[in-house]
């Protein structure tokens, strides 16, 4: 099933773009599902943290997520528990990870790794999550505080130590630890060495350009290699263009917390479409008129508002 389905998603995507004419015979490859919107950090150019989200800072129950999960078509293989919040915060997400590797899901997170003690550390090892993305754009605690507000670089270092020492205690080859660094002006120094130390561990490295606010010239880095944007007119603006259509409106989609549906990760108050889980199937949502006609838009070019910061 889940073959067959990534066969219809390349057949769906690839006849709409040649052909210029919307046609979804797959069902999505991933979800994202926001088990928690609520976060413990503030970091600058993210909605949450800035206080740019509207739905209240929640968690969602695991009713809920249970409810979401019997209702997903056999195609889907790839869950990702987070979106716009800490998924650590939440006190059942151990429980909703082993539900979807029992029910043999992909499942991955990404945390600021501000809650991973050695107990939780054991207890997602255990869990048997497949990937933990930990964001680390710092080795001081000076360079890092710059973008995670109220975060400490060493619960980092920390984190990365106890879910190591687990995988080893525990025999597992899994949770794929990935370390992610987004680059700034005032980190950019600081990749060699964080290279350095990482490649001494058994994680995989990833640096990431920053997704920055229209007039943020002077967070922008050096090197351009490291850059998002160019300049234009005293504003940022993408560097490269976007694909046509854009292809994750046939991949995924967000369950947000409060139930509504977000099409993208750039749709981070779920304004766009006007669905909800709670009242439709992911089949009908996904097929509505409603995501078919954004899907035609990026189509023929004519892109969305959150569509000027996505680096896809």
């Known amino acids: 099933m889940r073959n067959i389905n990534m066969l219809l998603f390349a057949y769906s995507y690839l006849f709409s773009k040649i052909f210029q004419k919307i046609k979804v015979y797959?069902?999505?490859l991933a979800i994202h599902i926001e088990t928690s919107s609520k976060c413990n950090l503030s970091c600058l150019f993210c909605d949450r943290g800035q206080?740019?989200?509207d739905r209240p800072a929640a968690i969602m129950t695991l009713t809920d997520f249970q409810q979401i999960i019997t209702k997903l078509p056999k195609s889907i293989y790839w869950i990702t528990?987070?979106?716009?919040?800490?998924?650590?915060l939440d006190k059942t997400i151990i429980e909703k990870i082993k539900y979807l590797r029992a029910n043999n899901y992909f499942v991955e997170i990404s945390?600021?790794?501000?809650?991973?003690?050695?107990e939780m550390a054991t207890a997602l090892v255990e869990s048997g999550i497949n990937r933990i993305i930990i964001s680390m754009d710092g080795i001081s605690q000076k360079t890092y505080e710059k973008y995670r507000i109220n975060g400490k670089i060493n619960k980092?270092?920390?984190a990365i130590s106890n879910l190591l020492e687990s995988k080893k205690k525990l025999n597992k080859k899994n949770p794929k630890i990935i370390i992610q660094y987004i680059v700034f002006k005032h980190n950019e120094s600081e990749i060699y060495q964080f290279k350095k130390m990482m490649k001494k561990l058994d994680v995989t490295i990833r640096i990431k350009n920053a997704q920055l606010e229209d007039d943020a010239i002077d967070?922008?880095?050096?090197?351009?290699?490291?850059?998002r944007y160019k300049i234009n007119n005293d504003k940022l603006q993408l560097n490269k263009s976007l694909p046509k259509p854009c292809y994750r409106l046939w991949k995924e989609i967000i369950f947000l917390q409060n139930a509504q549906i977000a099409i993208c990760c750039q749709d981070k108050n779920g304004e766009l479409i006007n669905e909800t889980w709670h009242k439709k199937t992911i089949k009908q949502i996904w097929s509505s008129q409603e995501l078919n006609a954004i899907r035609q838009k990026t189509l023929i070019g004519n892109n969305l508002e959150i569509c000027k910061h996505c680096d896809i």
Request: charged share 20%; proline share 9%; glycine share 6%.
């Open 26 to 28: 797959n069902l999505p």
């Open 111 to 118: 945390t600021n790794a501000q809650n991973i003690n050695e």
């Open 81 to 88: 528990l987070y979106f716009q919040g800490e998924p650590l």
């Open 51 to 53: 206080g740019n989200i």
């Open 219 to 227: 967070y922008l880095p050096n090197n351009k290699k490291y850059r």
């Open 156 to 158: 980092v270092f920390e």
